[in-house]
Structures are given as structure tokens and as C-alpha cells.
T-cell receptor
């Protein structure tokens, strides 16, 4: 059974800092790995989706990487801003088509 | 704009009562999903539907029921058999089942009176 872990559970950084969020998964037989952002009391917004054949995806200040062999994905946020404060969730998708979510990393960017 | 609409935003349930959460999408997506989110926990799949008039149980289906009579609608009923229904419920959809990003609604928060 796939298990997805995100460390740390919470992270606080000063504005302008570059940061990395980590996601690990136990079963490397995945179709894709997706990163989401969740604001308090809101739904999830898809940030980046990395197909199993890809190594990374980029969108603006965000870069997500995938290493299936080691069961790891990272989300890199460059030049962080207070507006980046949110909870970031990763989810893997395998053959069952179901997403398996981590518990998230709560990010606070301090002005 | 296309998107997923969940209603109501807040819902209160009395003991022994069934309540229904609404989820409507105008994205013309085939697949729809219901998740439950508890504080400090990841999302857990309740039910999903890949096509009209068909749906499958997810990991925590007990105490819940769904229907998919129309492509754009996937209502979730929380029955009295669900003994711990207090949670944040999220509906999602994807273009086709499988290797595509899922789009989420803004959720319904259910509480017990």
C-alpha cells in the first residue's frame, strides 16, 4: 500500500528565501506525482504535475522534481513571498488511478 | 468561468440525520471524486465515479453514499451510520480517469450539533 510522507510538517522562513519542500513515497510504481497548494478553509489548487517519465516541471518560481528510484519529490520555491504562505500537499497516482496524499507542509513566509 | 461548485460551505447535522453535500462541475470532466480531510491529515478518498451511472468505493466509504445521474453532478450523502462525520469534505474532478490533474472545489465543512 502506497504511503506518502511530507517533512517537515511546518516551515517558517523570512521573505526572499529560497526553500525546498520534501515528499517521499514508498511504492515507486507511480504514474505521476502532483503538488497542490491549500489556503485555510479552501480547496486544493494544482501547482505542478510530474509524469513518471519526467524528472522535473517548472512554473514561474516553482520547480518540482521527481526521482522514482529513490521515492522522492521536491518542490523548490524561489524568492519566497508572504503570499506563498499556505499548506503544500503532494500526492502520488498509481495504477488504481487514485491519488494518495501526504499530510502536507504548512509554510509561513514572514515579511 | 469553469469550475467546481460545492454547497453549502458549512453544514450542521443532528444525531441520526442524513445530510447531502452538493458538487457540481461545468468543466465537462468525466471523473469525479469525494475526499474527506481531517485536521493534520492527508485527504482520504470516499467515493469516485469515472462515468455517469457508475461509481466505486474509495478507502473510507462506510457510512457514505453517492449517485451519478448526470455528468456534472456527484452528490454525497453522509448517513447516520457515519459515526464521526465532522470533517472538511472536498469534491474533485478530472478530464478522464487516470493520468490527469484533479481540480478541486472549495469544500464543505460538516459539523455535528
Amino acid at each position: 500500500k502506497q504511503e506518502v510522507t511530507q517533512i517537515p510538517a511546518a516551515l517558517s522562513v523570512p521573505e526572499g528565501e529560497n526553500l525546498v519542500l520534501n515528499c517521499s513515497f514508498t511504492d515507486s510504481a507511480i504514474y505521476n506525482l502532483q503538488w497542490f497548494r491549500q489556503d485555510p478553509g479552501k480547496g486544493l489548487t494544482s501547482l505542478l504535475l510530474i509524469q513518471s517519465s519526467q524528472r522535473e516541471q517548472t512554473s514561474g518560481r516553482l520547480n518540482a522534481s521527481l526521482d522514482k528510484s529513490s521515492g522522492r519529490s521536491t518542490l523548490y520555491i524561489a524568492a519566497s513571498q508572504p503570499g506563498d504562505s499556505a499548506t503544500y500537499l503532494c500526492a502520488s497516482q498509481g495504477g488504481s488511478e487514485k491519488l494518495v496524499f501526504g499530510k502536507g507542509t504548512k509554510l509561513t513566509v514572514n515579511p | 468561468d469553469g469550475g467546481i461548485t460545492q454547497s453549502p460551505k458549512y453544514l450542521f447535522r443532528k444525531e441520526g440525520q442524513n445530510v447531502t453535500l452538493s458538487c457540481e462541475q461545468n468543466l465537462n470532466h468525466d471523473a469525479m471524486y469525494w475526499y474527506r480531510q481531517d485536521p493534520g491529515q492527508g485527504l482520504r478518498l470516499i467515493y469516485y465515479s469515472q462515468i455517469v451511472n457508475d461509481f466505486q468505493k474509495g478507502d473510507i466509504a462506510e457510512g457514505y453514499s453517492v449517485s451519478r445521474e448526470k455528468k456534472e453532478s456527484f452528490p454525497l450523502t453522509v448517513t447516520s451510520a457515519q459515526k464521526n462525520p465532522t470533517a472538511f469534505y472536498l469534491c474533485a474532478s478530472s478530464i478522464v480517469p487516470g493520468n490527469q490533474p484533479q481540480h478541486f472545489g472549495d469544500g464543505t465543512r460538516l459539523s455535528i450539533l
